[in-house]
């Protein structure tokens, strides 16, 4: 490790973090969703277990991969996490799934703001 | 994006839940048309059908009628049925009753102008390959697509207002919607996407799937086609949510458990009586199963799907020889695409809930170059005369004077081909052997070739690991225990001719394609020795003079075709030469015993019938299909060897003493399981209401685009199976609508954590999309029935009390 990197103090900045828990069907939908919503990056996590309102859910079935659930995690500003949130509120009301949203702090602030959404294209 | 777009955004989709999806002609997926009602339970979903769609849910008073008078429902299951419903009726009475209370049918009609629009516009955009002539740009998308010609559609009274729509579908929809309330949004979108639900619920499949090859290029979604449909709304000057849409909300005609459709007792009298011998016939053999000696070791041993039509060759090849086989899902477990020689077609051959995540391609291999160069030049010769005849019809110069000067030589082939099926097949078989088949002269790229790789694509061939885990998988779910010299895995297609329906005689395991490919794949690894010493390691230890071949079975015509074999061993090649030989006496004896059931075949002349279906271009029916599929047993061939399942039963091998932790059983119950729920509900809805739910006549069928049928010449897409694949005539039905009753053998609190842990399971199973029973080998084979809401009941027969209702989970 070289000196110089004990000497550096990182300066954290605010952003919020959003946690979102679908059924495998709906992970074309949510993905869609971040893409257009101008967030820079996401993490998808396949196959994941759990329960919830609608019983337990089993993660890594070898034929089926349509039964476990995804789960999403993003980080970027209030305004983009806001629009996510508002996408995904209506889906909810009649979709199981579920969405956390936390403050969070990151070192290059660039690296989570620098993004535009996607447009749609004419399909 | 504007909060409302994303939110718009969800309301399409959230509209969409109530569709299911329709995949195109050349990979029919038999699948539940309420799909999307599956979280209600069945009798509530197949009213909101009926309020959506028009559908029938319940067999009709015609066919509860039929099978009342044939037997085929018991009068003691029947009378405790009405008494549980609170019928105190006689059932002539009550069918009579039922008849007088049938509402006259409701002409539903889809031919307004609206849909014929949009059913024009989507049939020119989704064309694959049927137009000579096709719609500008559609590489843009559909929504753009149709943006730039339908301000010219001169059926469109007030296409004026098409000029300035907006350039991106979302943005044009959100202003469709401008003067409707964004909390009646859902309603009005769920409105236009059931108007024409054929065609709503093939975008679904579309727009969803990630390896189409057509969606890549010309892309559609739910909201370019609703945008599209919304504005056409406006030009035409109708409103964009007509009178009383706003009011129905999904769920608001249910029928709810306090006034149960009339029909409902009947249905399950008829499948307890369909049950009730299954059951015991399973029964009696489970109680002979441990007291037999070990079994000698079998010459061979073949793997079959687990479709209901494999059964009964199994039980002709069992009785041909030294022969043991199993079931196993038709794709063995390889979820893959499958690149064939010669061909830029990629095709998906894995079940429709799993996801393709290896591409195998067949490669020219170097050990037959002369076989290699005769397959080029007839392959060459083929396309070179089928180019030629296309060209010749579809130029305007040409088509004329083509038709003048073949018209007498086409006019002799239509009629050898109409008065001589069978002769024609057995000529065109005799010069085929001409042409050396793929199997014998290419490999399977099973090893990892990341240069073969496409950007857009899947990664070419399997690593090491994952060769043997397919492998290991397979034995696993299988609970296999001894290995014969020669075991065969056997994949199945069908053979016809002038059938848009012919994908759905394929294996539906390998998304209606067959399965040949997946077998030799499979086969390949298992003869891998690297392989074989992996699977050693983990307790699976292949004899040396184990080899493994690969076979299709032709489900038309019961024959078997063993794939081009590795080398073998002389007493390998015996067995194979006398396995040839019993395979051709099994698909005699299959042929025979199928040939009753098919109008005007002979058992004496089963064989010849069979050919002759499988060639003749007039015939609606080469075969039965899946038809009367209504079962779904895992547990040993034991259990099922004795007696005729009549091809009646999915039969998954299923060994509970190989499987202590229940991961078998779990990926057999989430997967093929659910899989055969989706083909038996097809059936059911296809055959309760063929109009609504199956696709009518092939009389009046015509293929639209190469994705699917529509009756006459327009509508809307039909999504289910055809009338002759049902039914005997207009009168008189083949299949017989039963929900799928899952038996599993195995110890009950086992099948009790798979449900528990599986969602999707216990809903299918509490909301009764099939039932569950469980023979108990650990408590004297006792039957277990599994009761909505996660309870068991013990059958009064063999219990003291009538309902021994016990708590799911023993834990």
Known sequence: MSDTSHNIEHTLHPLKKIEIIVKGKREHFVQDLLEKSGVSGYTIHRNVAGKGASGFHEGHLLFNDEASLVMFFAVSDQSKIQAIINGLSPLFESSSGVMFVSDTKVVRLTKFLSAEGQQDDGS | ?811
């Not at chain 2, 979108?189 to 969803?208: M, Y």
């Not at chain 2, 086609?225 to 504005?231: K, V």
């Not at chain 2, 081009?564 to 396995?579: G, M, N, S």
């Open chain 2, 1 to 811: 994006m504007p909060t409302d777009l994303s939110a718009l955004r969800a309301r399409v989709e959230n509209a969409a839940k109530v569709l299911g999806r329709c995949w195109p002609l050349q990979s029919y997926i038999a699948a539940n048309p309420l799909a999307g009602l599956e979280k209600l339970p069945f009798d509530e979903a197949v009213a909101e059908g009926q309020a959506l769609y028009g559908g029938r849910g319940y067999p009709s008073v015609a066919q509860l009628r039929a099978a009342w008078d044939a037997g085929a429902i018991n009068a003691n299951h029947l009378a405790d049925r009405l008494e549980a419903y609170g019928f105190t009726e006689s059932p002539a009475h009550l069918l009579d009753r039922m008849e007088a209370a049938t509402p006259p049918s409701v002409n539903r009609s889809n031919d307004s102008l609206l849909n014929r629009v949009m059913a024009k516009w989507l049939a020119v955009f989704v064309d694959q390959g049927q137009a000579t002539w096709t719609m500008p740009r559609r590489q843009e998308g559909f929504y753009a697509a149709w943006r730039a010609v339908a301000p010219y559609d001169t059926t469109l009274a007030h296409r004026d207002c098409l000029h300035d729509l907006p350039e991106r579908p979302l943005e044009a929809l959100a202003a469709a919607l401008s003067d409707v309330e964004p909390s009646q949004w859902e309603r009005v979108l769920r409105h236009h996407l059931t108007a024409l639900p054929g065609w709503a619920s093939f975008i679904k499949w579309r727009s969803q799937d990630r390896h189409d090859a057509w969606q890549a290029a010309h892309p559609i979604t739910m909201t370019g086609y609703l945008a599209a449909r919304l504005h056409t709304a406006r030009a035409i000057g109708l409103p964009v949510a007509p009178d009383g849409v706003a009011e129905a909300a999904v769920g608001a005609s249910r029928n709810g458990r306090d006034r149960p459709a009339m029909a409902a007792p009947w249905l399950e009298a008829w499948e307890a009586t369909y049950r009730e011998q299954l059951l015991h016939d399973v029964q009696a053999a489970a109680a002979t199963i441990h007291t037999g000696a070990a079994p000698d070791r079998p010459k061979a041993q073949l793997v079959f799907c687990i479709d209901v039509r494999s059964e009964v060759i199994r039980r002709h090849v069992e009785q041909a020889g030294p022969y043991q086989t199993f079931g196993y899902a038709g794709f063995f477990g390889l979820p893959m695409q499958f690149q064939p020689y010669d061909s830029d077609n990629r095709i998906t051959a894995c079940p429709p809930i799993v996801d393709p995540k290896h591409r195998i391609q067949e490669v020219c291999g170097d050990h037959r170059p002369d076989a290699a160069a005769a397959h080029e030049r007839w392959v060459a010769l083929g396309r070179a005369w089928q180019r030629l005849i296309k060209s010749l019809k579809h130029n305007v110069a040409a088509a004329f004077g083509f038709v003048e000067g073949s018209g007498g030589l086409f006019g002799v082939a239509m009629a050898a081909r109409t008065l001589i099926p069978g002769w024609l097949r057995t000529q065109h078989q005799a010069w085929a052997k001409r042409v050396p088949t793929s199997d014998t002269f290419c490999d399977l790229s099973l090893d990892r070739a990341p240069a073969a790789d496409h950007a857009d694509g899947l990664p070419v061939g399997l690593s090491a690991e994952e060769r043997s885990y397919y492998a290991e998988a397979a034995f696993r779910l299988m609970g296999w225990q001894q290995f014969a010299p020669v075991v065969v895995f056997t994949g199945h297609g069908s053979e016809t001719v002038n059938n848009p329906y012919a994908s759905s005689l394929d294996c539906g395991a390998c998304a209606g394609h067959p399965g040949g490919p997946n077998a030799r794949i499979l086969a390949a690894i298992c003869n891998d020795p690297a392989v074989r010493e992996v699977l050693s390691e983990r307790g699976i230890v292949i004899p040396e003079d184990t080899v493994f071949l690969a076979a299709e079975h032709t489900t038309t015509t019961d024959a078997v075709r063993l794939f081009h074999p590795p080398t073998l061993t002389e007493r390998q090649a015996k067995i194979v030469d006398q396995l040839r030989r019993d395979l051709h006496t099994a698909r005699v004896q299959a042929a025979a015993e199928r040939a009753p059931a098919l109008q005007g075949a002979r058992r004496s002349h089963a064989v010849a019938d069979t050919a002759r279906r499988a060639a003749d271009w007039a015939e609606t029916r080469p075969e039965w299909g899946l038809s009367g599929n209504a079962a779904f047993i895992m547990a040993p061939r034991a259990l099922t060897a004795e007696f005729s399942l009549d091809g009646r039963a999915f039969l998954h091998a299923y060994n509970w003493q190989t499987d202590d932790r229940g991961t078998a059983l779990e990926t057999i119950m989430t997967g093929p399981l659910v899989v055969g729920e989706w083909i038996n509900m097809q059936y059911y809805f296809s055959t309760v209401d063929n109009a609504v739910y199956g696709s009518g006549s092939k009389i009046t069928q015509n293929v639209v685009g190469n994705v699917g049928v529509w009756q006459g010449n327009g509508g809307d897409l039909m999504t289910g199976l055809p009338l002759q694949s049902l039914q005997v005539d207009d009168a008189t039905p083949y299949h017989h609508p039963l929900r799928l009753l899952a038996v599993v053998y195995a110890p009950r609190a086992r099948v009790s954590r798979v449900i528990e842990r599986n969602a999707q399971l216990r809903s299918l199973f509490d909301h009764e999309w099939m039932a569950l029973t469980v023979l108990d080998p650990e408590h004297s084979n006792r039957r277990y029935v599994y009761q909505p809401g996660g309870t068991w009941a013990t059958p009064s027969t063999e219990s003291r009390d009538d309902q021994d209702t016990e708590p799911a989970l023993a834990l």
